[in-house]
C-alpha cells in the first residue's frame, strides 16, 4: 500500500512540471503578442546538444515541501541577428524527451513518472507532441542580473500565450547564447489542471521554467 501511494503521488505531482508543448495543427487558443522584430539578418542555427529547458516543479505534501526537477530536449530552432544584435528567434522542443533529473537512480518511479506525465492525463505528447517559445520582441536591459528583455509567444497543448522572460544574450565568434532567468508559469493557464486527493498533498500551480540557448552561425 505504501508503494502504491508513492507512485501515486509521483504521478499526480507531475501535474505541475509546466513545459511548452504544442501539436502539429494550429493553436486552439490563442493569446499572443504582435511581432516587433524582422527575419533580416543573419541566420544561427540551434545547437540541440547544447540547449534545453530546465524545469521545477513543486508539491506540498502535508507540512513538508518536495519537488521535482528535470530537462526537456530541443528538437529544432533558430534565431536571427542583426548588426551584431538578436532580433528573432524559435525555438520547437520534443516532448518526449521530457525527463525527471532527480529520479534518474530510481528508474521503476522515473519511468512511471515520465509515462504519466506523457499521458492524456497530462500533456498528452501523442497528440501535442512538439513545444515551441517564439521571440516577438528584444529589448536591451541596462539595468539587474539580465541584459535582456525577451517578449515571446508559449505554446503549449493547443494554448498560445504571451511570455516575458528576462535573459542574458551574448553574440560573438559566429555563437549566440542565450540564458533566461527561471521564470514562475502558471500551469493551469495551459490546461494542466490535473489534482489529487487534498489527503495526499497540495500541486502548486506555479512552476519554474528556465531555457538555455546556444546557436551556430549558419556557414
Keep these: 500500500m505504501k508503494k502504491a501511494v508513492k507512485i501515486s ?27 516587433t522584430i524582422t527575419k533580416q539578418g543573419s541566420v544561427y542555427e540551434l545547437d540541440t546538444l547544447n540547449s534545453r529547458i530546465e524545469w521545477k516543479g513543486f508539491l506540498v505534501l502535508k ?56 499521458s492524456g492525463d497530462f ?8 513545444a515551441s517559445y517564439e521571440i516577438t520582441k528584444v529589448t536591451p536591459n541596462a539595468q539587474g542580473d539580465y541584459n535582456t528583455l525577451l517578449d515571446g509567444n508559449l505554446t503549449m497543448k493547443g494554448i498560445t500565450k504571451p511570455v516575458q522572460f528576462n535573459a542574458n544574450v551574448a553574440v560573438r565568434n559566429g555563437e549566440v547564447s542565450i540564458a533566461t532567468e ?30 538555455s540557448i546556444k546557436a551556430l552561425e549558419k556557414k
Design 9 to 35: 503521488i509521483l504521478c499526480a505531482f507531475g501535474a505541475g512540471i509546466l513545459l511548452v508543448s504544442c501539436g502539429k495543427d494550429k493553436p486552439l487558443t490563442a493569446q499572443s503578442n504582435d511581432s
Design 123 to 130: 500533456f498528452e505528447t501523442e497528440k501535442f507532441p512538439t
Design 182 to 211: 527561471p521564470k514562475d508559469i502558471m500551469r493551469e493557464d495551459f490546461s494542466v489542471k490535473f489534482q489529487m486527493p487534498l489527503k495526499n498533498g497540495v500541486i502548486k500551480d506555479e512552476v519554474n521554467l528556465q531555457i
Design 63 to 118: 507540512s513538508d515541501n518536495s519537488s521535482h526537477f528535470g530537462t526537456i530536449k530541443f528538437e529544432s530552432g533558430d534565431v536571427t541577428v542583426k548588426d551584431g544584435k538578436l532580433e528573432s528567434g524559435k525555438f520547437v522542443a520534443d516532448m518526449n524527451t521530457l525527463t525527471s533529473v532527480d529520479l534518474k537512480d530510481d528508474k521503476e518511479n522515473l519511468n512511471k513518472l515520465n509515462g504519466h506525465l506523457k
